[in-house]
């Protein structure tokens, strides 16, 4: 039996509301089956039992045309009706079906998204549509589907590919070196000639090697190529396409070399570039005493002919710093400085400045206190790693390397520079390692200048190096060996023989002012202070020198002989300015200089450290009070009336300008002290400072002009500059340590110091020689150094050359302590 049409619409409905019931099963919020979609038949209308109708529209048709029954009509009627309704009803349910996925797909995303995405996740398998091509000439169309649109697709995409990777390798060629970039660029051009020329070739119909000539010419614009005026159109066509073709091969080859050298440029100014150097020197890390460093070395290298290249630096600052200072304080030495950033505890690092083949190392204090030892310990493991680890190449001559190391000026970690040291003793390199002094040298110069005043002078016109000064100098002359140290010394004009290196052990000991009986080794060092290198010895007037008939002979050279030596002067009133908290280096500096049961008074408002107590029994006694230094009524409550030396000090930890401050407040006071003629005593009163700046010194010296005369004298050291002279003659003689160590804490009871003429009976109204003068210190085993007079130190003066002493004057001695 049939179905009519109402009920094949309800069965319709029917179907179109099961089908929502089982699409329905997954959406958004039913996530408990999250990749499981139920689906189901779904009844299109297309497949609507259209066949009964049409028939039963024919019956109808057929019975109102033959008897025109009014009941056909309305079942005619009702079937048009019922066929709009079916037409309706399914594009609703298109257009609901396109919803309803579009909504999967949205809850599928958001879904994901809610998920914590595994290692590994199975999607569900989703229903692509069937890959078609459309090509249209013009008003024609081609469509191709199936496997064939997609084959299609795949080879247009072939140029898009060999594009991108021809690109990429490009690219790769870009990031390698210049000449790999400029053989790729030549190897780009090589088959653009080759089908240049075929095509010129063919165009002109002249030779292939005409036509490569041509195109090569085009390609890289030869002078004399012409590309305008061939034979035909073909031919010029060819030729402007080779010539715009190498406008932009040239292009990329000058973009390439530019590049190349601008990244070379920048690479040099960051200091990405290795130096290239053996046997130079090299400074690690950078302090105060760099600059100065520096200017001592290119002294030295014209008066020593040391430090030979360049000068390399590695410090954990930018490297444009390093050289801007450099430029300002090197300028017009000649000096060749190269700097790079880095730590120096870092191999890779010190290989960046050739630490290896570095002759001469210098390992400074990087003003952090906190691990210095550890970090000057793996410094010097670094370098001798580096030096071990030196590839062999022909032509190299490398000399013995010299690390000479700045000594933390805390005390802390001074072991592990113990076992670097024991390491450098057994390295199989050829490798000497020397500890540097630092702050508190400069201590123990300051604690003598105030028990002796003008030692300080004279110790720094010794060690800071400048054209034409007087500097030691350690040599070995074979036809001095054999001889006593009396020969020896009367072998040199202008020169003043202080003694001399013996090795004792593997280790250089300073032998100073020995008897003239002693007999000169072969490995023996002489010790010359001399105004220059090139000085050599005159054995023929190596003889026994004949004192003058004024000394009446034997009898009053014994007398001479005899005489006690006065040394240093009696008990001593000491006033110190201090502005830092520990006062440990220069009490201890005092306690073994200052004379016995002197008082030394110490003016501080800080909580000081290091001052021995006042019931403590020691060569001197010490006292504090608490206040401003700077301040008249704590200098008279201190005694400064009475004094005879006033020492500041305690700002060598603190910036330049604000220690360079400090100093002037106290010059300041001291004017106000002697405007008020507070002074009970005709003595001058001695002051020993620090100044770190060389801007403050003129200004220091105009204070010192006021003062007066008679009133105040003054030795304002330069800290900085004296550590860097001494660095500086020991980094490129590490024997001079021991000696120059030697001026400043006494060694086998010989100390630098200042005698007056008096004392070696020389009379003030006869002229002596300084020949003479040297030989009535030789007879108490003085070494006469030279004088001061007139304010002015004079050193190693010819020994024919005479002056008239006066009681002010003072001889520079090297006596027993």
């Known amino acids: 039996m049939r179905s009519s049409a109402p009920d094949q619409c309800c069965r319709w409905e029917q ?6 019931k089982q699409h329905s099963a997954y959406s958004p919020s039913n996530r408990s089956q999250p990749f499981l979609v139920a689906t189901g038949p779904v009844l299109e209308p297309s497949r609507l039992p259209t066949l009964s109708a049409n028939r039963i529209l024919g019956a109808a048709k057929a019975l ?44 599928r995303k958001q879904m994901l998204k809610g998920l914590q995405t595994p290692a590994a996740v199975w ?19 081609f469509k191709l589907e199936g496997s064939e649109g997609r084959r299609t697709k795949a080879a247009l995409r072939i140029p898009g590919f060999l594009l991108r ?20 660029v030549f190897a780009f051009s090589v088959p653009v000639i080759l089908f240049g020329a075929i095509f010129y070739q063919l165009a002109s119909g002249k030779p292939f090697w005409d036509g490569m000539i041509h195109i090569y010419g085009a390609l890289y614009k030869i002078p004399g190529t012409v590309v305008i005026g061939e034979s035909n159109v073909q031919t010029e066509s060819v030729m402007n396409l080779a010539w715009l073709t190498g406008s932009f091969t040239f292009a990329i080859l000058l973009g390439v070399v530019s590049e190349d050298i601008t990244s070379y440029v920048d690479g040099v100014r960051k200091g990405n570039i290795p130096v290239e150097a053996d046997n130079h020197t090299l400074i690690l890390n950078w302090n105060n005493d760099t600059l100065p460093l520096l200017r001592q070395m290119a002294v030295s290298r014209k008066e020593r002919d040391s430090y030979a290249g360049i000068v390399a630096i590695l410090a954990d600052r930018p490297k444009q710093e390093m050289d801007e200072e450099c430029q300002r304080g090197l300028a017009g030495l000649g000096l060749e400085v190269d700097t790079r950033t880095g730590v120096p505890y870092s191999i890779d690092d010190l290989r960046k400045v050739a630490a290896g083949s570095a002759r001469t190392v210098l390992l400074l204090n990087d003003n952090h206190p906190e691990d210095a030892g550890k970090q000057q310990a793996a410094a010097v493991l670094g370098v001798q790693a580096c030096r071990s680890n030196l590839k062999p190449r022909t032509g190299r001559l490398l000399h013995r390397q010299s690390i000479a190391v700045q000594e933390a000026e805390s005390a802390a970690d001074t072991h592990m520079m113990a076992y670097a040291l024991s390491l450098a003793g057994l390295s199989p390199q050829q490798m000497q390692l020397t500890l540097l002094g630092g702050q508190r040298d400069v201590s123990a110069l300051v604690a003598q200048s105030a028990i002796q005043p003008g030692i300080a002078s004279v110790y720094c016109s010794i060690v ?17 060996h054999g001889l006593s140290f009396g020969q020896a010394r009367r072998a040199f004009n202008g020169v003043v023989i202080c003694g001399y290196i013996r090795d004792k052990g593997g280790k250089a000991e300073a032998i100073l002012s020995p008897p003239d009986r002693s007999i000169l080794q072969e490995d023996d060092q002489l010790i010359a202070l001399a105004k220059h290198a090139n000085f050599h010895p005159k054995v023929e007037a190596a003889g026994a020198y004949m004192f003058p008939l004024a000394y009446g002979g034997s009898q009053a050279l014994k007398q001479v002989r005899d005489t006690p030596d006065p040394g240093v002067p009696g008990v001593m009133k000491l006033v110190i300015a201090w502005f830092n908290h520990d006062l440990t280096d220069l009490a201890n500096a005092l306690a073994a200089f200052a004379p016995h049961g002197s008082l030394v008074t110490v003016i501080c408002a800080n909580k000081l450290e290091g001052l021995p107590k006042e019931e ?26 009475e004094a005879d030396s006033l020492i500041v000090g305690g700002i060598e930890c603190l910036d330049q300008k604000r220690a360079d401050t400090f100093m002037l407040a106290m010059l300041m006071a001291l004017q106000d002290t002697c405007r008020r003629g507070m002074r009970r005593t005709s003595k001058p009163l001695h002051v020993v400072g620090q100044i770190r700046r060389q801007e403050t010194v003129q200004v220091a010296n105009h204070l010192l002009e006021r003062l007066g005369q008679g009133q105040v004298t003054a030795e304002l050291l330069q800290p900085d500059e004296l550590v860097s002279g001494m660095m500086a003659q020991i980094a490129a003689e590490p024997n001079m340590a021991a000696l120059l160590t030697d001026f400043i804490y006494s060694s086998e009871g010989r100390d630098l110091g200042l005698r007056s003429p008096a004392d070696y009976f020389i009379d003030p109204e006869e002229p002596c020689s300084f020949e003479l003068l040297s030989e009535l210190c030789r007879l108490r085993d003085h070494t006469a150094l030279g004088y001061i007079a007139d304010g002015s130190v004079k050193l190693n003066p010819l020994a024919k050359s005479t002056r008239k002493f006066n009681k002010d004057d003072q001889v520079i001695v090297l006596s027993k302590g």
């Open 15 to 20: 179907a179109k509301q099961a089908q929502g």
């Open 616 to 641: 403590s029994k020691g060569p001197c006694r010490f006292r504090l009070i608490q206040g401003d230094p700077t301040k008249v009524c704590m200098l008279s409550e201190a005694g400064i009336e």
């Open 464 to 480: 800071q190096q400048a054209e034409g000064t007087s500097a030691f100098y350690l040599r070995s002359f074979r036809e001095l």
């Open 165 to 184: 990777s021809g690109l990429f390798r490009v690219s790769r060629v870009l990031l390698k070196n210049s000449l790999l970039k400029l053989l790729g």
């Open 64 to 107: 109102g045309a033959f008897c025109s029954c009014r009941r056909a009509r309305a079942v005619a009627l009702q079937h048009h009706h019922w066929q709009s309704v079916r037409a309706s009803a399914a594009t609703e349910v298109e257009k609901q079906s396109s919803e309803q996925r579009s909504n999967e797909a949205t809850g």
């Open 123 to 141: 999607l569900p398998h989703a229903h692509e549509p069937q890959e078609h091509l459309e090509l249209r000439l013009g008003h024609v169309a």
